[in-house]
Nanobody
Framework: QVRLVESGGGLVQPGGSMRLSCKASGNILTIAKMAWHRQGPGEEREVVALINRAGATTYADSVKGRFTITRDNGENKVDLQMPQLQIEDTALYSC???????????????WGQGTQITVSS
């Protein structure tokens, strides 16, 4: 079995910073893509940032130049560094990895449980 566990999140004031981490564990052979998604109140879920195994990254326009996604392949971990947080960044953030595990011929997507970030004064 594969499990994704997130850490970080909580309440932060506008302009503040936060870092999210997501660690994958289980019978993992390789993790191709690692990503952070978010869903704000009354909004659809969107991809915030994505990083492939080689380290190439893509970002949503709303966070480009502010957020930074990094990964540690040895630790099966992906982080999202979020400085200059804005009220509009309030959302439930979830990590999503594309993983090939033992006994599985194909890669599958796995999700973390989600962690809430609330930006408010």
């Amino acid at each position: 079995q594969v499990r994704l566990v997130e850490s970080g999140g909580g309440l932060v004031q506008p302009g503040g910073s936060m870092r999210l981490s997501c660690k994958a564990s289980g019978n993992i052979l390789t993790i191709a893509k690692m990503a952070w998604h978010r869903q704000g109140p009354g909004e659809e879920r969107e991809v915030v940032a994505l990083i492939n195994r080689a380290g190439a990254t893509t970002y949503a326009d709303s966070v480009k130049g502010r957020f930074t996604i990094t990964r540690d392949n040895g630790e099966n971990k992906v982080d999202l560094q979020m400085p200059q947080l804005q009220i509009e960044d309030t959302a439930l953030y979830s990590c999503n990895d594309y993983i090939r595990s033992t006994g599985m011929a194909k890669l599958q997507y796995y999700w973390g449980q989600g962690t809430q970030i609330t930006v408010s004064s």
